[in-house]
């Protein structure tokens, strides 16, 4: 069982920044890949970014340049740096794991909201 809790939401301006952070409780962090997650009101989850134990990512398109995902392996934590927000990237983040050998995300954090104004 692996528990990820998220942190690092808020309020910001459209045009400005947030960094998400995301601890994993496992001893066995190498072999999960990592991704965030988000969900906006009346729409479904979408993938937003995801990070392997080698620091190789994949985003999603919208928020490739502006978003960067990225992980320290000591300290079992994964971050989403998120620069140049806009309004549409108001949703509730999620972290979430799955082992390497799977397709889908076994674990998932409580989330964190980031809410752009504009």
């Known amino acids: 069982q692996v528990q990820l809790v998220e942190s690092g939401g808020g309020l910001v301006q459209a045009g400005g920044s947030l960094r998400l952070s995301c601890v994993a409780s496992?001893?066995?962090?190498?072999?999960?890949?990592m991704g965030w997650f988000r969900q906006a009101p009346g729409k479904e989850r979408e993938y937003v970014a995801g990070?392997?134990?080698?620091?190789?990512?994949t985003y999603y398109l919208d928020v490739k340049g502006r978003f960067t995902m990225s992980r320290d392996n000591a300290k079992n934590t994964v971050y989403l740096q998120m620069n140049s927000l806009k309004p549409e990237d108001t949703a509730v983040y999620y972290c979430?794991?799955?082992?390497?050998?799977?397709?889908?995300?076994?674990?998932w954090g409580q989330g964190t909201q980031v809410t752009v104004s504009s």
């Open positions: 979430a794991a799955r082992d390497v050998r799977r397709s889908e995300y076994e674990y």
């Open positions: 496992t001893m066995t962090f190498s072999i999960y890949y």
């Open positions: 990070v392997s134990w080698s620091g190789g990512t």
